[in-house]
């Protein structure tokens, strides 16, 4: 996949989960304020993105310290690439 | 003590999940008893079971649904439909003269979901946010407290067959002690194999296979058990005064709550624990036997269980008792349900002016004292109606509701 795959894979698996509009997921919106995103959702956006993805999301902290839906891009990405590696 | 009325009812159950295609049922004595073939894959005695087919859920999010299991969501659309009819918006029950109080004695479902897939997975990460939520007793009442936002009493009480009944007389007894206005009572029942196998495992269910609808027999001679069934009740309940001050509709008022325990066995009922109930409810009602008209009774169609009412039956109405009919031969036994929905489905026969029959009852059991068994619907709405309902463990409920008819 390309970046821009993993991007519109990231979006389109959080706007089933969370029943989000697509308009919204620009990469400056904010996961908890805009999109209304709570902490049970954080427990299931870890669980849906590593099942889109087969990886493994276990750094707790970091995910805690995210706020925006770029800042998940970024994540995945990283992730993703890792594992292509 | 202050008086309290039924202003609202909702339903989801095996005959139809809108207050009006389950009233054409009950009066036609239609049965909702099906055959899953689900069940004959996974081994069960008995593969017969009420079904929910037709339970619109759209107006839960999935964000929502995700804390919630079907039973829950079937009760959302209970008391929602329950709420309209008491013409309550959302703002008049969001302070904390308004509470709920669900029966419901298990989710099985969501508990064998969430070990199978820490047993699949070896760690707890992948179980996700709702299993928890959706796994405890408690369910119907958390999510429903977070959906309808209410700020009184929350909590749901758990007395095996029994619980729905009880249900309503606690809700019905908050409101007599004025400490609540409103109460959105009721309860709800799951369906699936996994909550009934190890109840198919007693033996209990009829083994009527070849025709489901004669399957599930109250008080006839030919009965050989009960069928598992399920679905939600919901009902409002309101201090009467403030229900007549705001024009509500009035459908009928809650007189009395009889509550009992055999303190005997497990599975067999006494001969005596109902009918204590049964006294106890006409004795808060303030009235005799002989004013009941009607006996909503709580007749699973076991061998044992209908043997024990009928013997309870007697002790309070001796020969010449009002018409008595369960409707388990037509939804089946609804389990933690049963009670709450009793008090629906004899509301809708008040509205309408009909007795629903005691489906499949052909012939009487000559070792049961008598009963008169309304065998076909009755062209006449009961007024003054006692439900009864029945738990393991010997835990009973009786509750006395004079409709307006």
Avoid at chain 1, 13 to 37: A, I, K, N, Q, S
Avoid at chain 2, 5 to 19: E, K
Avoid at chain 2, 230 to 252: K, M, Q, T, Y
Avoid at chain 2, 343 to 364: C, D, K, Q, T
């Amino acid at each position: 996949m390309t970046d821009q795959e993993v991007i519109a894979l990231i979006n389109r698996t959080l706007c089933e989960e969370f029943e989000l509009d697509p308009e919204t997921m620009h990469p400056g919106v904010t996961l908890y304020d805009e999109l209304e995103l709570d902490s049970l959702d954080a427990v299931d956006m870890v669980v849906a993105l590593e099942q889109a993805f087969q990886i493994r999301i276990r750094e707790e902290e970091r995910m805690r310290q995210i706020r925006t839906l770029g800042e998940i891009h970024a994540y995945v990405l990283e992730k993703y690439h890792a594992l292509a590696s | 003590m202050q008086r309290v009325a039924i202003t609202g009812i909702g339903i989801v159950s095996c005959l139809g999940s809108d207050l009006s295609t389950v009233e054409k049922a009950l009066q036609e004595g239609r049965s909702g008893i099906v055959v899953d073939p689900r069940r004959i894959e996974l081994g069960f005695r008995s593969p017969l079971t009420g079904t929910i087919s037709d339970c619109d859920l759209s107006l839960l999010s999935r964000k929502q649904r995700k804390s919630m299991p079907d039973f829950a969501q079937w009760a959302y659309v209970a008391a929602t439909d329950a709420l309209k009819m008491a013409g309550l918006s959302a703002e008049e029950i969001r302070n904390p003269r308004c509470g709920l109080i669900f029966g419901c004695d298990s989710s099985c479902l969501a508990a064998v979901e969430q070990v199978d897939q820490l047993r699949r997975a070896e760690e707890t990460h992948g179980i996700g946010s709702g299993l928890i939520f959706r796994s405890m007793t408690s369910t119907i009442t958390m999510n429903l407290n977070t959906l309808l936002q209410t700020q009184g009493a929350c909590w749901s009480l758990s007395s095996a067959c029994s619980s729905g009944g009880h249900a309503v007389g606690q809700a019905a007894e908050l409101i007599a002690g004025g400490r609540q206005d409103v109460v959105i009572c009721g309860g709800a029942q799951e369906i699936n194999p996994e909550s009934m196998c190890s109840f198919d495992a007693l033996g209990a269910f009829s083994a009527r296979i070849t025709d489901p609808e004669a399957a599930c027999r109250p008080f006839d001679r030919g009965r050989d058990g009960l069928v598992p069934s399920g679905g939600a009740a919901g009902i409002v309940l309101e201090n009467f005064d403030r229900a007549r001050r705001r024009g509500a509709p009035i459908l009928g008022e809650v007189l009395g709550y009889g509550f009992s325990s055999d303190g005997e066995a497990l599975s067999v009922p006494s001969r005596t624990g109902l009918s204590r109930a049964m006294q106890m409810a006409l004795a808060q009602a303030g009235i005799s036997a002989p004013q009941v008209d009607y006996v909503c009774a709580h007749a699973t169609s076991t061998p044992a269980g209908d043997f024990a009412e009928a013997v309870n039956l007697h002790r309070v109405f001796s020969d010449d008792g009002p018409w008595v009919s369960s409707l388990k031969g037509m939804v089946g036994h609804e389990l933690w349900m049963a009670g709450a929905a009793q008090i629906v489905y004899a509301s809708l026969m008040a509205r309408s002016g009909f007795i629903a029959p005691n489906r499949n009852y052909a012939e009487p059991d000559p070792e049961m004292p008598p009963l008169r068994i309304a065998r076909t619907a009755i062209d006449r709405g009961p007024r003054t109606v006692l439900c009864n309902s029945a738990g393991f463990g010997g835990t009973n409920a009786a509750l006395v509701v004079r409709f307006r008819v």
